[in-house]
């Protein structure tokens, strides 16, 4: 889970949805699209209304089909552009193309890729949605919740897999060998997000210390817009293994996300943090300890250099004379005694 703090860039629209009750004011209504989904352990119930089943078609006001873009992350046995095509069900030599490797390049752990995909709105049995189509082959061991969230990372959810690749069937009745339907989850911009210039929608697949903010910046993307393109409330809270619908004015540029920043950027855990806060005030008290000690030992040595000037001079206030006098009687009997 990441918690994504509110940047001051979103203070304004923050101020404006608390004085509203808790609803986006209409400038962003308008471009909501889809709402966001994390509902991806609850493999037992639909979730629809969250778009668990998939992102939901805009009659009337989106197209029917679209050009999109989905991310994910190679990882054996998925780690070159041939073996993601096929799992995606992409174009490997577009694939390359749009991460700027050769056909035949296996990736690096920790990058992140674009893939090209055409987002088409499918009629099912549930409702209407959007939804890029792939296959899988079920292996030993496999369940619908590790498909969806293993082997596709997120790209799916074991409710649309039920749905659509079991038709409806038990989680139980997956058997080993099962070809199913693999519906990945896409969408195409609605009518007002075309009109403020956003051509294409990334999936984004949400990352560990991932935030809104970070994503959104990652992409050039103005928070507002990922916020509102997902019907996110504050505190924008995000999830590993979910899709987050990024809107972009132009076909998106790898090399912003490429690889993501580690654990030390903005979504590093609070709990992370605390080592750090622990070393500063260790090193804050052990800094003001020496400038005390110091101090105190500045202070004594004037004191002692003020006493002997006033002796030599043989000025003494009276209400300092005895005490005076005992401090240079006691030296004095220091140095006889030594």
Known sequence: MADDLIPPSSMFFLLIVLISGGFPPPQFQVRAQQPYGKEIDDCTNNHNSSSMLGYFCNTGSSPSSCQSFLTFTPS???ANVSSIAALLGADAASLAAANNVELDATL???????????????????????QHDATYVARPGDTLQSIATRTFQGLTTCQALQAQGLHGAPLESLAAGERLAVPLRCACPSAAQAAAGFRFLVSYLVAEYDQVSSVAAWLGVHVDAVTAANELRPPYTIYPSTTLLIPVDDQP????IIQAPPPSGPGKKRGDHVGVYIGVAVAAAVAVAAIASGGAFLALKARRKRAAAVLAAGELPKKHEKGLVSFVAARRHRKIGQ
Request: charged share 10%; hydrophobic share 25%; proline share 7%.
């Open 76 to 78: 054996s046995p998925y």
């Open 108 to 130: 690096g752990k920790g990058t992140t890729m674009l893939v090209p995909a055409t987002c088409g709105c499918t009629a099912t049995a549930e409702g209407t949605f959007y």
């Open 253 to 256: 540029n790898v090399s912003r």
